[in-house]
T-cell receptor, first 117, second 116 residues
Framework: DTEVTQTPKHLVMGMTNKKSLKCEQHMGHRAMYWYKQKAKKPPELMFVYSYEKLSINESVPSRFSPECPNSSLLNLHLHALQPEDSALYLC????????????????FGPGTRLTVL | AQTVTQSQPEMSVQEAETVTLSCTYDTSESDYYLFWYKQPPSRQMILVIRQEAYKQQNATENRFSVNFQKAAKSFSLKISDSQLGDAAMYFCAYGYSGGGADGLTFGKGTHLIIQP
């Protein structure tokens, strides 16, 4: 099973709202990722969690706050977003390096399409 | 920093024919992975094929195969017997495997159109 799930599928929020995106995987992966993808552009890395610890933050504004409560879950908390933050937010997961087969292959969820009004 | 270049913004091919998508990359590392992902209009990012840099043998997955030229830093994708379901945006991606977990660096993508 190579499934990564994301909820909600669509989200519309105002600039003063607080909302959260959720990502879940049950493949035993210990690395999880958030990417942002604007229309007709490639995904851009935002955050990386490795063994539930934040290992990479690509200079993302503080209005985006990631959280990894356990090895299967990854959240992205949103607060005071701007209209330019409207995009598809993709979650991915991968096997830990050195675990053998399929290491480093990232499997993506279907994404959350976010619109900020 | 690593870069990935896809020089073909759009390609068109007749159904059942073969098409090759180009990708070049730049890195100073010797240990890395390369991927092709497919993103149909649903925008789900689907793994097509994976290549480990230390392996000389080109990866294949059914109708999909790659031509990996490490010295030239080239990684092209060949799709044989093209099908209507192959229509999508195709992204070439680079992943460094030196330590820990790293994000992928993507090319700008090639939009593949399949003509019936």
């Amino acid at each position: 099973d190579t499934e990564v799930t994301q909820t909600p599928k669509h989200l519309v929020m105002g600039m003063t709202n607080k909302k959260s995106l959720k990502c879940e995987q049950h493949m035993g992966h210990r690395a999880m990722y958030w990417y942002k993808q604007k229309a007709k552009k490639p995904p851009e890395l935002m955050f990386v969690y490795s063994y539930e610890k934040l290992s990479i933050n690509e200079s993302v504004p503080s209005r985006f706050s990631p959280e990894c409560p356990n090895s299967s879950l990854l959240n992205l908390h949103l607060h005071a977003l701007q209209p330019e933050d409207s995009a598809l937010y993709l979650c991915a997961s991968s096997q830990p390096r050195g675990s053998g087969r399929d290491t480093d292959t990232q499997y993506f969820g279907p994404g959350t399409r976010l619109t900020v009004l | 920093a690593q870069t990935v270049t896809q020089s073909q913004p759009e390609m068109s091919v007749q159904e059942a024919e073969t098409v090759t998508l180009s990708c070049t990359y730049d890195t100073s590392e010797s240990d890395y992975y390369l991927f092709w992902y497919k993103q149909p209009p649903s925008r789900q990012m689907i793994l097509v094929i994976r290549q480990e840099a230390y392996k000389q043998q080109n990866a294949t997955e059914n109708r999909f195969s790659v031509n990996f030229q490490k010295a030239a830093k080239s990684f092209s994708l060949k799709i044989s017997d093209s099908q209507l379901g192959d229509a999508a945006m195709y992204f070439c991606a680079y992943g460094y495997s030196g330590g820990g977990a790293d994000g992928l660096t993507f090319g700008k993508g090639t939009h593949l159109i399949i003509q019936p």
